[in-house]
């Protein structure tokens, strides 16, 4: 997990409240990424950037948004268009657009819809 | 587009005994090849790749794992299970032909190494 954090670890939603889910990353990569986890469907991909200030739709954008104002930080916003928020959130990064570059993973954070 | 599969949800070790964790994949071209492990409630850790060259590659905590283009296979494996070896493990895949160049991940495989 080193070099990149998540916060919080746990977050808590009431229904219809939009939510920010932080990641920030100290390993100087150009490449951030965004996915979602489920018990027994693996892990699926919401947003990826591969630079400052632009970034592209995953396989289940909808009822997300995030943003890339800086290099090190690539925050997720779960909307109250999400209708099914509840799993736990991965943040990875990596070194650029290399296809062969690993990518490297936060702690994630477990978000719980009440 | 491309696939990566895991056919077993679970596999149980004895501790001490070889284990390996099955994952094929279907993907145009060479494919890159991951494997990571996740231990309870964690972010997922690198154990190793395959980009090309050796069939044979090596990573971390002991794990190996061998690619198998005639079979499409990437199979990790351990000559020696630890009860720490105890996670969810994650095959994943990317191809580099335009349309399978999306790192694609496996269902999971958990792992349980019996004391």
């Known amino acids: 997990d080193g070099g990149i954090t998540q916060s919080p670890k746990y977050l808590f939603r009431k229904e219809g409240q939009n939510v920010t889910l932080s990641c920030e990353q100290n390993?100087?990569?150009?490449?951030m990424y965004w996915y979602r986890q489920d018990p027994g469907q693996g892990l699926r991909l919401i947003y990826y950037?591969?630079?400052?200030?632009?970034?592209q739709k995953g396989d289940i954008a909808e009822g997300y948004s995030v943003s890339r104002e800086k290099k090190e930080s690539f925050p997720l916003t779960v909307t109250s268009a999400q209708k099914n928020p509840t799993a736990f959130y991965l943040c990875?990064?990596?070194?650029?657009?290399?296809?062969?570059?690993?990518?490297?993973f936060g702690p994630g954070t477990r978000l719980t819809v009440l | 587009a491309q696939s990566v599969a895991q056919p077993e949800d679970q596999v149980n070790v004895a501790e001490g005994n070889p284990l390996t964790v099955k994952c094929t994949y279907s993907?145009?071209?060479?494919?890159?090849l991951f494997w990571y492990v996740q231990y309870p409630n964690r972010g997922l850790q690198f154990l190793l790749k395959?980009?090309?060259?050796?069939?044979l590659v090596k990573g971390s905590y002991g794990f190996e794992a061998e690619f198998n283009k005639s079979q499409t296979s990437f199979h990790l494996k351990k000559p020696s299970a630890l009860v720490s070896d105890s996670a969810l493990y994650f095959c994943a895949v990317r191809g580099w032909l335009s349309g399978d160049d999306k790192i694609i991940f496996g269902k999971g495989t958990r792992l349980h190494i019996l004391p």
């Open positions: 993907v145009s071209g060479n494919p890159y």
């Open positions: 990875a990064s990596s070194m650029g657009e290399d296809l062969a570059d690993t990518q490297y």
């Open positions: 390993l100087n990569h150009d490449a």
């Open positions: 395959y980009i090309t060259g050796d069939n």
């Open positions: 950037s591969q630079i400052v200030n632009d970034f």
